[in-house]
């Protein structure tokens, strides 16, 4: 059986069709169990259409990393989160971040199942990219929370710990609303979040 001819597309348009497809079908079947073959029939392409565009499945695959590890909307937040970090805004600078985390989710859960399978599968590209977004931002903010503690602002713990457990929060109550689907939870995402940002804030502040 032919496959129908696809809808013409410019080229751009297309390789965003190919990612999105992939990401589809990635975030269910992880890396490993998903074809070339399978990705174009879903975009109702020809296999040569994805190699057009993508040499291999790992180009592919490090595309859709790049279009979510670091889009424009992620640059934004990390210039604002900055911001805030200067303006020694404690609270602010917790809200963002879990808020962040938190929406990222809710906005599109298939890139947290892709990157659950990719850690799962122990795949190199996933983790290196990963790393190359989350271990810097971390080091930042634990960089900041040193500062504030040296200035008394916040108690002593240790930095580190202090940013999983803020981050942590934000994944946990993100992956069981939007990635386990508990989604008939009776209060919405900001009042939650700012349930969480008091939390901490009587936890942290001397």
């Known amino acids: 059986m032919s496959l129908a ?36 029939a879903a975009a109702g392409v020809t296999e040569a259409i994805i190699f057009r565009h993508f040499a291999t499945k790992q180009d592919l695959y490090k595309a859709i990393l790049d279009s979510r590890c670091a889009p424009p909307e ?16 404690d609270e602010a600078v917790f809200r963002s971040l879990i808020t962040h985390i938190v929406s990222c989710r809710r906005d599109d859960p298939r890139f947290e199942r892709l990157m659950l399978h990719a850690a799962l599968e122990g795949h190199e590209l996933a983790i290196m990219h990963h790393n190359q977004f989350a271990i810097p931002i971390g080091m930042q903010l634990c960089e900041y929370i040193a500062r504030r503690q040296s200035e008394g602002a916040i108690r002593e713990f240790d930095a580190m710990s202090v940013i999983f457990a803020v981050a942590g929060i934000g994944q946990f109550y ?15 995402d900001e009042t939650v979040i700012e349930s969480f940002v008091g939390i901490l804030m009587k936890g942290l502040k001397k």
């Open 174 to 188: 993100s992956q069981q609303k939007y990635l386990y689907q508990c989604a008939d939870l009776p209060v919405s």
């Open 74 to 89: 992620s640059q934004s937040w990390l210039d604002q989160i900055k911001q805030l970090m200067d303006a020694n805004d």
């Open 5 to 40: 001819p696809a809808a013409r597309m410019s080229g751009n348009d297309r390789r965003h069709q190919l990612i999105d497809v992939a990401i589809d079908l990635f975030s269910r079947k992880g890396f490993g169990g998903t074809t070339t073959r399978e990705i174009a």
